[in-house]
């Protein structure tokens, strides 16, 4: 148990209340106790922050709730990640090599690595210190997992692919294979070999069941802690710029390429040779047709200025009657006309 | 073989025709012959039925094929589903654990399971009577699997997630994963601990690298007899009600809630934070932004009542059309000014 | 290394400038080095070949770039292709089954086949001569792999599927799971059970992480030559042409046709029940929702004919100029009225 002024001290917050009250623990609006630290991140939760029996609500500055206890923090999300992390921390990994693996007498281990049963590392591979390979993984010939990073469960590595360190693959995730390169003539599709590699930067997470290509002849490569949810596609040859977002579903054709901070909302697509600016935000759904500019909010099919596109949308849910009102014009025009010559 | 009036009694329906007809198994229209019982559900296929040489047709009321005996039953697709179960039963499952997967010394096996070669069940996982465990599946620590459930193959389970009884997962399908939270301050994203399960309840039917992320706190929940087709992706946090279809490609974002039977058609997706009510139907590649009330039907990103963005897309069709006229309008009223001014 | 002039003469192009030029590898434009090919194959790259270091460039017929020897093919693309497969060739195939695979011994295994680590060969099923089965994959009872074909990493063939000769199955994918079919009555959901078979022809390519579900009770057929990028899904009874082409994310929903050489360009996805006629292309994030005749290239949600949608877009994006434009003229009419009255 802590007192929840040390907490906020922990996140450089502040206590609205009894700063001598016992927290064990965290946890949602509904399901908080006493002795736990409830959070009001998001303003459509308000009512059901008034309603909680939680000992202490973390909330950002500005936010009352009548009657309880408030750990009020700069970057109230941030402060929840860092108190997730203190209060409950992960169960600590036990190193060791399962007897049921597969690695081969060429695969270079570091200290404390953890291979789980049914994995198989290839010769040449190397996995660096304290990482994991998760059950049933496969990590190619000469395939490189930096320090810390974890696969989990039926993660697959084709041969060469890099990953740096401190990532983390969730389960079913398959990096570098072919790009969808194909020479089409005469109405038949000829492959192109695809020779490049993946190569994963430090700091990245991507989601289960995500995929990833391999370059044709250069690399498709993940930026420094770029954050890549689940069933997300990137294609051959793509660059993602450090510390991007694609969120669930989102695509990227081959050879584009994603500036610093870029955000793709869930189901959006990027065409493909294209370049986005940093910072741009393509938002859920859309598809980028064309190049983005640095800072831009895009949205729709094809993706234009968020603001125009919702604009159009709302002229759109109008334009029945904007025809009913053009035709009503067209009759009294004519009524006009009529009488003119009349 | 069975008469064709024995199997019409079974399902509630009446045969039309030679009830004495000897039918021995279910085929499509195509392909079915004399002894088979073909299925006109759809009437997209009237034309098909006509020339088909199945013994007999499956038909909803109303519906005539000239010179063919007919099994007419209230509910043909139901009557369908239960003649393929009678006529060509699953083949029997043979229960037993292989040698060659890991199952722990601590997992709790029920009577009669079923574990795959390369399969892993972990500590403190449970599996219960007569369940199926697919080869290279993975069963985490802490995870329950309920009666007669089948897990095809390569299914991964993180650790604590639960599945109800009867259900089925098919291979590929990861349960459990973190959900795609992540607190960004000053360009950089911090990963927010995801510590709550997925709960999945019985009777539900999950397709193909289909991906439920792990609630941040609570739980994900997928209701009872919710029917998940392939490559779905449901996010943190998300609970889905009983009885809902979610078909192929669909996507839902974090915390939104679906009520009972709601259908998300192919491609669709929900964001965060919304509620959709009971019965409410998101048709195919739609986007919905708000919540969506009980009963509704909507479509169009962003999704709005089905009629109305039907309406609007016959009128965006029709937008140039009303370009030009508007463009002669405004000639005729100059027209008509230039003359009263004259 | 070899000759310019002789890589030139083996895809049946010509060289602009020095053939004795001596070559050892292909490489990007930015990558390439003074005994390296580079190409340009997509006008956009034009600046980058001004710049390369490289000692030729691939290019098609009516390109220059000023003190460049060049190469050029009548279809630089294949031109690449064939380049690349005799300028860097594969690796050769080890064949030989794993000690840790476990193949049934009611399995036919055909000459030179490879067998990885943890792979499972189900009874009655076949593989055959010089085909390969990856780490982890699960061939399942009775299914068939044609000679040459190569199963990446985990991938899942469900009882009785069958793969043609030299195909191509990327890790993850899955091939045979059951459709998506329930018959609904009264708000609950019965399982059709699903009982026909995935059948792909020869020389087929999927990407990493797609599925194909069977067929109800015929198959669901993927014609020969067609290629699958990454994450498509493909419904119980679908028929693919050959020669097709589907691109990441996109879906076909169930008992859809494709004609022959039909593209499906990234997240597009097709109805149920519908037929694609040969060569139809479907642009990029569309929806079709009735069929499309041969030859035809739709856009949008619904899919129209390419050139309308574009029509309709660019109006769309002036409507708000429009409904200002019909409310000047309605003052403007009012006006003529008031007059006339006046």
């Known amino acids: 148990m802590h007192r929840l002024g040390d907490l906020a001290a922990r996140v450089g917050g502040r206590v ?6 016992r927290i064990g623990g965290i946890a949602t609006l509904e399901d908080a106790g006493p002795s736990d630290l409830a959070f009001l991140t998001n303003p ?3 009512k059901a922050a008034g309603r909680t029996l939680a000992g202490a609500v973390l909330v950002g500055p500005g936010v009352e709730i009548a009657g309880k206890d408030l750990l009020e923090a700069p970057e109230p999300y941030l402060a929840l990640a860092e108190l997730l992390d203190f209060l409950h921390p992960a169960p600590p990994r036990t190193p060791g090599v399962s007897p049921l693996a597969d690695v081969d007498g060429g695969a270079r281990l570091g200290a ?3 291979i789980a049963p049914f994995a198989v590392v290839g010769a040449g591979a190397s996995v660096g210190d304290r990482a994991t390979v998760g059950a049933g993984s496969v990590v190619g010939e000469g ?3 930096g320090e810390d990073t974890v696969l989990h469960a039926r993660v697959v590595l084709y041969p060469r692919t890099r990953v740096g360190a401190r990532c983390i693959l969730h389960a ?4 570098g294979g072919d790009g969808f390169g194909f020479a089409s003539s005469k109405g038949r599709h000829r492959k192109v070999p695809q020779l490049g590699r993946v190569v994963v930067e430090d700091d990245v997470e991507i989601g289960a069941q995500s ?3 391999r370059g044709t002849l250069g690399d498709t490569v993940i930026g420094r802690g770029t954050k890549i949810d689940d069933l997300v596609m990137v294609a051959h040859g793509v660059r993602v710029g450090p510390d991007c977002l694609l969120v669930a579903q989102s695509g990227i054709a081959g050879t584009s390429r994603l500036g610093r901070g870029v955000v793709l909302a869930g189901q959006a697509g990027v065409a493909g040779h294209l370049g986005l600016g940093d910072g741009a935000v393509v938002a859920a759904k ?3 047709f064309d190049d983005v500019a640095e800072g831009s909010f895009v949205a729709g099919i094809p993706a234009v200025d968020h603001r125009a596109w919702k604009k159009a949308q709302a002229a759109l849910r109008r ?3 904007l025809r009913a009102e053009v035709r009503a014009l067209r009759l009294r025009v004519e009524k006009l006309e009529r009488e003119r010559e009349g």
């Open 16 to 21: 609205l209340g009894d700063a001598s009250r």
């Open 44 to 46: 459509k939760y308000r």
């Open 112 to 114: 404390e690595v953890s």
């Open 143 to 145: 395939a490189e997992i």
């Open 172 to 175: 079913g995730v398959v990096l």
């Open 211 to 213: 995929a990833v290509d």
């Open 286 to 288: 859309s598809a980028v």
């Open 319 to 321: 334009l029945p009657d």
